[in-house]
């Protein structure tokens, strides 16, 4: 634990904790050229406690399949994150939600690109549902809703 001191009135010297600093959160953005709503997504991350690493590509089908997301839900971005795989525009409430509770899944994913979420424009007009994932086959699962 860092410690400062401050001094009093008296000349004496009381050792006092200081707060944690949050660790930044790496990050990997794989990213269609042409996307803007995906720089959008990662500057919300980055004001988030985040740092993407945001990489262009044109085959971002093929990194999204070969990282186990469902093809039906896709997202317009897949982004490696602290071992998870996050696809699409998903909260980041969620995204540190399963950070924290490190479950067994590969990882999560808000498919489409609705109204109102991060990085996109507009107002949120229904229920986004987010879906975790793995690579054995079986069925996605719901993970969190907002």
């Given at each position: 634990m860092k410690l400062t001191?401050?001094?009093?009135a008296l000349g004496l010297a009381i050792a006092t904790p200081l707060p944690a600093l949050a660790a930044t959160i790496n990050a990997v953005m794989y990213k269609n050229p042409q996307c803007s709503c995906c720089e959008a997504y990662a500057a919300y991350l980055e004001e988030n406690g985040f740092k993407v690493d945001?990489?262009?590509?044109n085959n971002?089908?093929?990194?999204?399949?070969?990282?186990?997301?469902p093809a039906d839900l896709e997202g317009c971005?897949?982004?490696?994150?602290?071992g998870y795989v996050v696809d699409g525009l998903v909260p980041v409430e969620i995204v540190k939600k399963l950070l924290t509770e490190r479950p067994a899944i590969t990882g999560i994913t808000l498919a489409g690109?609705?109204?109102?979420?991060?990085?996109?424009?507009?107002e949120?007009?229904?229920t986004w549902t987010v879906y975790a994932f793995t690579k054995d086959g079986k069925a996605p699962t719901v993970y969190a809703t907002e």
């Open positions: 001191y401050v001094l009093t945001s990489k262009p590509v971002l089908s093929e990194i999204s399949s070969d990282a186990g997301v971005h897949t982004i490696m994150v602290d690109m609705p109204a109102g979420a991060p990085g996109m424009g507009g949120k007009t229904e």
